[in-house]
């Protein structure tokens, strides 16, 4: 058996498995663990003789330094306490504060078995916990979504009581304004069927749904709710107080089947709701876009409605059509444009194409072909936010071996990763590239993390790799890159646990095993170039993972983990390390250089770091500096325009631009077809030369592609919408999947239950609903992210299935 402990946003879980591998499902708001014991037999890994090769940097740490160490270490053993499930919470940025919820519980899926909670509180950020289950009245409280915080620095606190169910009595939670200081008990007029979701903004805004489907609003924390709709499938918050709803007098989950959903609209907590589609499969938000998936015709292909307006109006979007064996998948968004996965025609191909939109999220290009795309739902996308335009992820070749791919301009043009300089090749391959694990390779237990970056640390990933011709089977070691993954290091042999602090001035790092205790950490001051070794505990720990506050602003680690006691139970150990007292001269100017971000060294000066149209030069530590960044640092850059280049296009609808090539060309399957849309109420027949400024590139002047002018225009009536379309419905002959998969920036959660509860920071999307296969989302943005519980439904191979189902849009 194993404890094992994830981090998402500002909830930790700790599980006990029996197996090896744990894997995981995030569904809107879940994210759910079962055992598994197997990879992906379907797709090619190559397992090499001799692994690279690479030296790394390694000093000793002085006497001195070591007991300054541990003269700044806090062990907390949470003795005689055997829960079954801890739940940490971080509550306000920069408070300290943090909650833990160890829960002990025999519950089934249905019944109320009994159990007991132990409710535990620090206010040093984690250096000491003292036992408050006292506040609560030692009520038992859920293990599935029983803790919930307010979104940034309020420090609000929801306790969900986990009551005998009964059809006549409500639920209960219990409510902080004060950071868990002091509980207040409130009985509910209904029996919650998720966690409670705050405002993005304002937490004093709080929405549910019940068991019954009910949409309950409170606008006073939870003091009164009222119920607004019945019969409701899914929620979303929009922009401000909007929020959209799914539902169905019908029943929702048929009706979300046969795609009957009504997609409803409130802008004044539930007083009053306006349709604005009929007939839609399942919809999401992400980047200020709403989405609807609505099948138009009985039996055709599904297809995607845009609305930029918050639903005031509806256009098709411009995307190759998807059989009922094929799904979509938003891969990430903002203001300006949409990462739009489209899978491969037939079954289990483990690929498809991205397709990235312009600023109205209706036309899309293709951007990369053959993208990897599992059957569990998981893509190894990734947007490095340490770095503006980067995005990572993995392409399946046709040779079926998988090799990464690095783009700095928003997906215009992709490339292999430069091997690191400090690694040898392995014997007999005959390319040698830098592969990074993503989401495939975490899912299956290969690696402890995925690749981590900040917006606070510049420039900085850390991600677990394989250097040769493909990723390889064998263990995966640490690589650096500290300019957003132009150049990579090799820095930490085998997987670890990894942490960024002091915004990027502190690196963290503990070696991941299943199989044998640990007593160290490794930390490094210069970007992971050189290592330093602390023993932080005299009695080894079964590792469970490394927890520290949202975002890299402190210097405090926490390490979690269990040890046997006399008994041979595991007791639960909390070790904190403050390397605040290690690292004690605040940095000054003489500490930072300026660094201009994008730059080879060696191109024309007046273009050399250019991207998106302009240039961006940072003010940033020097990695020789040993010296905190502190808690009021700030990230300082300064912007200047460029003129225009080809590069700051991209290509246009219908067109795509072939790998190491920067002319695009018209797409195949396109030939020989008119290019007939319908845009505010006119048809156009899209007549371009095959480019199209990259949505948000602020480049002036320079080049300017040829636009052609013999274009037509007819009248084709209103705009195109679910609402104003007589869509008919019927039951689904097939599974049609649109997913939301990204990363989220800033947040971090400690997992170790068999579901994750995570902290909202501005957008709530989904809520209860059937779960499907494929079903996800993780939304990317600066400082917002996103994910949630669901209710536990029949479990397949760790994800929550349902036959003939349909789960189309980004819930």
Known sequence: MNWTLLVFGSVYLLVLVEDAFVQGKRDARTLTFSRTAGGHSRRRRDTWTGQAR?????????????????????????????????????VGDGTGVILVLSTLSALSDSFYEGGSTRLYRSD???????????????????????ISAGPGNPQQVILTA???FTETLGGVILTSMDAGVTFRSVQLPFQPAQAIQFHYQDPKYLVVISIDDGLWF??????????????VHTFTWGSGITLFISSSPKGTVEAARRGELILRRTQDFGQSFATIAKNIFSFGYIGGFLFTSVMEKLGSPRVIYVSSDQGDHFRKAQLPSATTEQFYSVLDGDEDMIFMHVDNPGEDT??????????????????????????????????????????????????????????????????SLNKPENVDCPENSKKCNLHIHGEHSHFSGITPMLPLSEPTATGLVIAHGSVGDSISAARPDVYVSGDGGYTWWGTLRGPHHYSILDSGGLLVAVEAHRDRQISSIKFSTDEGQCWKTY???????????????????????????????????????????DFEHLLTRECGEQDYVKWLAHSDYDSDPETD?????????????????????????????QQRPCLCTIKDFMCDYGFYRHENSSECLPQPDFLNQTQDI??????????????????????????????????????????????????????????????????????????????????????????????????????????????????????????????????????
């Open 124 to 146: 040093d950020f984690g250096k000491s916990f003292h036992d408050i289950s006292h506040a609560i009245n030692n009520t038992f409280i859920k293990k599935e979504f029983g």
């Open 218 to 231: 409170s606008q006073d924390f939870g003091n009164s709710w009222s119920e607004v709709h019945e019969g």
């Open 609 to 637: 770091g250019c991207l998106l149209g302009y240039k961006e030069t940072f003010r940033r530590l020097k990695k020789l500096s040993a010296c905190r960044n502190g808690r009021g640092y700030v990230v300082i850059r």
């Open 162 to 164: 986990n009551l005998p």
């Open 54 to 90: 690479f030296t790394a940097c390694k000093t000793p740490l002085s006497p001195k330094d070591q007991e300054i160490l541990l003269s700044h270490t806090h062990e907390t053993g949470f003795h005689g306490d055997d829960g079954s499930s801890f739940t940490l919470t971080w």
């Open 678 to 811: 319908c845009l505010d109420g006119e048809q156009e027949d899209l007549q371009t030369s095959g480019y199209r400024k990259i949505p948000g590139d602020k480049c002036e002047g320079g080049f300017s592609p040829p636009i052609r002018n013999d274009a037509f225009k007819n009248n084709c009536g209103k705009d195109s919408s679910p609402t104003s379309t007589n869509l008919q419905t019927g039951k689904s002959p097939g599974m049609l999947v649109l997913i939301v998969v990204c990363t989220c920036v800033g947040v971090i959660g400690l997992i170790i239950t068999a579901a994750l509860i995570i902290t909202s920071r501005r957008i709530n999307c989904r809520q209860r609903s059937p779960s499907y296969r494929f079903s996800a989302l993780q939304l990317q943005e600066d400082d917002l992210c996103v994910s949630y519980e669901s209710s536990p439904n029949a479990k397949r191979n760790g994800f929550q299935d349902q036959e003939d189902s349909d789960d189309d849009l980004i819930e």
């Open 535 to 577: 023993n932080f505990t005299s009695h080894p720990i079964f590792l469970a993972g490394l927890a520290s506050e949202p975002g890299t602003k402190t210097m405090n680690i926490s390490i979690f983990g269990y040890r046997p006691d006399d008994d041979d139970q595991p007791m639960w150990v909390a070790v904190t390390i």
């Open 350 to 415: 483990y690929f498809g194409t991205i397709y990235t939109s312009d600023d109205r999220g209706i036309l899309y290009s293709k951007s990369l072909e053959r993208h990897l795309f599992g059957g569990e739902g998981k893509s190894d996308f990734t947007n490095v936010t340490s770095l503006r335009g980067v995005y990572l992820t993995n392409k399946l070749e046709e040779d079926g071996r998988i090799r990464s791919v690095i783009s700095f301009d928003r997906g215009g043009r992709w490339r």
